[in-house]
């Protein structure tokens, strides 16, 4: 049974907690714990997860980092185009699917796939160049680039679309003719090309015979120790009548401080000298704005003086939070990642932690192809959760819900 949450104002859980509305708004702006406005337009908060903070912050709660697997594995089959080093394809495996084919053309991560898991069916090259058949699987997943098309005169049909990746994944839809289709991508695809191409990727699935949600999913709040937010969009045929849910976020979080607990050594970037001696100066969550203005005009050159919060440059990470989104290098200027202890980067183990991915995963090619494969990867956990929901989709253990905490954003979005 679903416990009903109590939702108050800042204000509100300052006076019943004890601290300050400062404090409260802090934590909501560095994505600690989320909001959502009511119909009087107030923010409002989730007291439990207020207190949950509260005590993580004071340090009374911790919340285990885990890698989930279920102990159950079912007879629901999937193919996955596009899978990197199979965060997505592990994750759902952990759920309890099985994978029938995989199809990545970067050989270093078919090096990864195989090594790990060389009972997978790993097809490594052009996608356009594989075969099809209706029922091959029961569930088609892939995580296509995002890609904007040409509108001049079309009726925006499969056909018009061809030479795109997006393209493969719908003839794959189209061709296996599965019960459920997943796609994935990075939330700017919401707003790509003036938000044309979210709503023609999902007119074509509606015209291929489903019916089609998406949301953005926060990665922190199921599981993953990463501020990362991924678009699911999910389809199911139309002849089914399974209803479209999400994963539920949880009212927890968990942090680095967790997640890198005794977390093995490994190879890893290092900082020039000149930068290092800059990042000695940063304190855990702070950025460049923490350096004295001297060095911020030294290191920042032509951007100290251009508009935005440019809070990636010089940024350590804070034991006590999830990562911030992790990219290809944990050392680009702009998207810095420090270590909230020692001044380096983030190892390539300490990535693949952060990724939720096992220790014993390993990463073919060399380090600059490892932290590329890992950053672009979807976290272990958050492709558990995605296929965990989908289990019970197709089981029919599901309740159509709306989360509130979320709606407000979605109704933006949706068409």
């Known amino acids: 049974m679903k416990i009903k949450r109590q939702f108050i104002t800042a204000g509100e859980a300052a006076i019943k907690l004890n601290i300050s509305i400062d404090t409260v708004r802090r934590w909501d702006k560095r994505n600690l714990i989320k909001s959502f406005r009511d119909k009087r337009?107030?923010?409002?908060?989730s007291l439990e997860e207020i207190k949950r903070i509260q005590e993580k912050?004071?340090?009374k709660k911790k919340d285990k980092f885990i890698i989930l697997k279920n102990k159950k594995k079912y007879n629901y089959t999937a193919i996955e185009l596009f899978a990197g080093a199979g965060g997505t394809a592990l994750g759902m495996e952990y759920a309890g699917i099985k994978h029938v084919l995989l199809n990545e053309h970067d050989?270093?991560?078919c090096e990864?796939?195989?090594?790990?898991?060389?009972?997978?069916n790993i097809?490594?090259?052009?996608?356009?160049?594989?075969?099809?058949?209706?029922?091959?699987?029961?569930i088609v997943q892939g995580g296509f680039p995002c890609q904007s098309?040409?509108?001049?005169?079309?009726?925006?049909?499969?056909?018009?679309?061809?030479?795109?990746?997006f393209f493969e994944f719908a003839r794959c839809v189209k061709e296996v003719k599965p019960k459920i289709a997943i796609g994935e991508n990075v939330k700017g695809l919401l707003n790509h090309d003036g938000?044309?191409?979210?709503?023609?990727?999902?007119?074509?699935?509606?015209?291929?015979?489903?019916?089609?949600?998406?949301?953005?999913?926060?990665?922190?709040?199921?599981?993953?120790?990463?501020?990362?937010?991924?678009?699911?969009?999910?389809?199911?045929?139309?002849?089914?009548?399974?209803?479209?849910?999400?994963?539920?976020?949880?009212?927890?979080?968990?942090?680095l401080r967790d997640a890198l607990h005794k977390c093995p050594q490994s190879d890893g970037q290092q900082y020039p000298e000149k930068k290092r001696r800059i990042m000695e100066l940063i304190s855990p969550g702070g950025y460049w704005k923490d350096l004295p203005e001297k060095l911020q005009k030294e290191y920042m050159g032509a951007s100290f003086y251009m508009g935005g919060g440019k809070t990636g440059m010089a940024r350590r990470l804070d034991w006590d939070e999830p990562s911030?989104?992790?990219?290809?290098?944990?050392?680009?200027?702009?998207?810095e990642r420090c270590h909230p202890e020692e001044t380096r980067p983030l190892s390539v183990r300490e990535y693949a932690r952060i990724q939720t991915f096992p220790d014993s995963w390993k990463f073919a090619g060399s380090v600059t192809q490892q932290y590329k494969q890992i950053g672009n990867a979807v976290p272990v956990n958050l492709g558990y959760h995605i296929g965990n929901t989908v289990i019970k989709m197709l089981e029919g253990k599901t309740e159509e819900h709306i989360d509130d905490l979320v709606y407000t954003e979605q109704k933006m979005f949706q068409f």
């Open 123 to 138: 097809i490594e090259g052009d996608v356009k160049e594989i075969k099809f058949k209706e029922g091959q699987a029961d």
């Open 41 to 45: 337009n107030l923010r409002m908060f």
């Open 195 to 255: 938000g044309r191409t979210i709503k023609t990727m999902v007119s074509i699935l509606e015209k291929l015979g489903y019916k089609v949600k998406y949301k953005i999913l926060k990665s922190q709040y199921l599981d993953v120790p990463q501020k990362r937010e991924r678009l699911i969009i999910i389809g199911v045929r139309n002849d089914l009548n399974i209803p479209i849910v999400f994963p539920e976020e949880k009212d927890y979080i968990v942090s």
């Open 149 to 165: 098309f040409s509108y001049a005169g079309k009726k925006m049909g499969l056909d018009d679309i061809r030479g795109t990746l």
């Open 112 to 120: 990864t796939l195989r090594t790990n898991k060389p009972e997978w």
């Open 107 to 109: 050989k270093h991560a």
């Open 57 to 59: 912050a004071n340090g």
């Open 324 to 335: 911030l989104t992790l990219t290809c290098s944990p050392a680009q200027k702009q998207t």
